[in-house]
Nanobody, 123 residues
Framework: QVQLVESGGGLVQAGGSLRLSCAASGRTFSSYAMGWFRQAPGKEREFVTAITWGGGRTFYADSAKDRFTISRDNAKNTVYLQMNSLKPEDTAVYYC????????????????WGQGTQVTVSS
């Protein structure tokens, strides 16, 4: 049974930072690409960022570029999302997901999802 557990969400003021973590189990973590998506109230889930199995390639949505950084520690079966210069429009539930195939920018490429962690950015 694959399990993904996110943590690190919370309330932060605009301009602040948060670091999300996603701990994985039940699958050979180092063999799969991982991604982060988010969903704001009343909006569809959207791609934020993804990282290949070895961490050699990363992908970012335009909204995340230059502010967010994805990384992974395969020894700890964990993927991270460092978010800096947060804006109120970043407020959403953030989900990590384990990929089964490309394209990594589409939710269709992922077969396991975490329960999500709330990020709220106040103005």
């Amino acid at each position: 049974q694959v399990q993904l557990v996110e943590s690190g969400g919370g309330l932060v003021q605009a301009g602040g930072s948060l670091r999300l973590s996603c701990a994985a189990s039940g699958r050979t973590f180092s063999s799969y690409a991982m991604g982060w998506f988010r969903q704001a109230p009343g909006k569809e889930r959207e791609f934020v960022t993804a990282i290949t199995w070895g961490g050699g390639r990363t992908f970012y949505a335009d909204s995340a570029k230059d502010r967010f950084t994805i990384s992974r520690d395969n020894a700890k079966n964990t993927v991270y999302l460092q978010m800096n210069s947060l804006k109120p429009e970043d407020t959403a539930v953030y989900y990590c997901a384990s990929a089964r195939s490309f394209p990594l920018r589409s939710a269709e490429g992922y077969d396991y999802w975490g329960q999500g962690t709330q990020v709220t950015v106040s103005s």
